[in-house]
């Protein structure tokens, strides 16, 4: 089981942001909702661990 990562772990934090607002470029309010959705279902997958998730999302909504 892992443990959910909580300290910064991006190298070049600055161009994960850039790619995430890259990536909503010229998309609408609906279209870039839809992204976020895929975004997150990709996401969790990767994860694949459900007591990460779950930590995950007791961090996100605090």
């Known amino acids: 089981m892992s443990a959910l990562i909580t300290t910064r772990n991006v190298d070049r934090p600055d161009d994960a942001y850039d790619l995430l607002l890259t990536a909503h470029e010229g998309l609408s309010k609906e279209e870039s909702d839809a992204l976020n959705a895929r975004l997150i279902l990709t ?16 961090v996100a909504r605090a």
């Open 43 to 58: 996401l969790i997958n990767h994860i694949g661990d459900l007591d990460v998730l779950r930590e995950a999302l007791e």
